[in-house]
């Protein structure tokens, strides 16, 4: 049995539960199959049983331990301040100091907002520039190893661990990979491990497509060879360009990617900068008749014409469910993630947002979105609004640093 060291760095609040644990094992584990069945899926397409079978390889099962084992070390500690220096907006430019923005990002879930100012509810952990230790035990099948790695490289390259990932926070970055049997590991190097710079979100917003490239374009050998061992079925094929995948897949289709146009100089502004476009992007109609304290004094066009009108068309749910109205007391619909990711990326003390949605279908058929509290009626939302509504976000913020205003404000 071979052992490897990897050393990671937290760049972004991380939140991983109501205690003081900073990561577990499991939480990674979790985060990593989500990443490998979007890689995988582009070999096995809609057969769910032949996805899962390989996970199941890869990972283990209820009957079969992980045949490659998992322990961190050197972990930071966490933090229960609930008012920290990076929600101060009086730090940041003219336009982001009348809003608690990154508290936008952060959601209900996180923290709540007490005059005016949002305060962080849960424990959490800080980014520094300490690194803490993953070491892995590799198994004696090298397709597995790399499958395990190109597992845990998409989780540091693209999405997070813990809460509100999707929307910028829990990122991790692999700053460094201690080999000792190269053979092992194969395609995997040292260097090919590390967290990519802008180059290579640079090559993604160039095909302004998540799709596989650099280093895992090679572990899709390995899956292919995995298939075969395990005897998969005819219907394990790619998806065809007419099939809406079922599930999140890397895609040169269904997809779309993007790196922003806006930089900045640390994390905490491009996140400020960030939540407040998204505010925008989302609540574009005026309110500023509302004698709510709040600002901006903004709301989305669906409170009107579905809340208060008679329409049933509610795109702003494409973007993740429940929508929470808590001045009306309504929520519509349970729970369903955000196709739509936003993740801070960084090379030399520029940080900018690399954006991405997976463009499988968001409901299952049948499925009815319904109003909830003093208002009840059902909605309907659309394959084609995720479509909509996150191609908007992320061509606008390609081309345009700020590319959302306030009703009336001139660009």
């Known amino acids: 049995m071979s052992w490897i060291t990897l050393r990671l760095r937290v760049t972004t609040p991380l939140f991983n539960g109501h205690d003081d644990e900073p990561l577990r094992v499991s939480s990674l584990r979790g985060a990593m199959r989500y990443w490998f069945r979007a890689l995988a899926g582009t070999k096995v397409g809609p057969s769910i049983r032949t996805l899962r079978r390989l996970e199941d390889e890869v990972f283990g099962s209820t009957t079969n331990p992980s045949p490659v084992r998992m322990r961190l070390g050197k972990l930071p500690q966490t933090r229960r301040n609930p008012c920290l220096s990076f929600l101060d907006s009086t730090r940041f430019p003219d336009q982001l100091r009348k809003e608690p923005a990154i508290g936008y990002l952060m959601g209900q879930g996180l923290g709540t907002i007490v005059k005016g100012r949002y305060q962080i509810t849960r424990p959490y952990v800080f980014p520094d520039h300490k690194y803490f230790e993953l070491k892995m035990a590799l198994s004696e099948d090298s397709r597995i190893n790399a499958l395990t790695l190109a597992s845990l490289w998409m989780v540091c390259a693209y999405g997070g ?100 146009a806006y930089s900045a100089s640390s994390w905490a502004e491009l996140l400020a900068h960030v939540g407040r476009q998204y505010r ?126 306030l009703p009336g404000e001139e660009g």
């Open 161 to 260: 661990v813990g809460s509100r990932v999707r929307r910028g926070f829990g990122k991790i970055r692999i700053i460094g990979a201690t080999l000792h049997d190269q053979k092992s590991v194969t395609p995997w190097t040292e260097s090919s491990l590390q967290t990519p710079g802008l180059t290579h979100y640079k090559e993604l917003d160039d095909r302004q497509r998540l799709q596989p490239i650099g280093p895992l374009d090679d572990c899709l050998e390995p899956i292919d060879d995995l298939l075969k061992q395990i005897g998969a079925p005819d219907e394990a094929r790619p998806w065809r360009d007419d099939e809406i995948p079922t599930y999140p897949v890397f895609s040169s289709k269904w997809t779309c990617a993007g790196l922003s």
């Open 280 to 405: 925008l992007s989302r609540a574009t109609a005026d309110n500023s008749a509302s004698r709510t304290n709040y600002w901006p004094k903004v709301k989305t066009p669906e409170r009107d014409a579905v809340l208060h009108g008679n329409s049933n068309r509610f795109p702003l749910g494409a973007l993740g469910l429940p929508v929470v109205y808590s001045k009306d007391k309504v929520t519509v619909g349970e729970r369903r993630a955000s196709p739509l990711w936003m993740h801070p990326v960084m090379e030399d003390g520029e940080w900018r947002l690399f954006s991405f949605a997976f463009h499988n279908t968001f409901l299952p058929a049948e499925t009815e979105v319904r109003l909830s509290g003093k208002i009840r009626k059902s909605v309907i939302i659309t394959d084609d609004d995720v479509v909509n509504r996150t191609s908007d976000w992320i061509q606008r913020m390609r081309h345009d640093p700020a590319p959302y205003r």
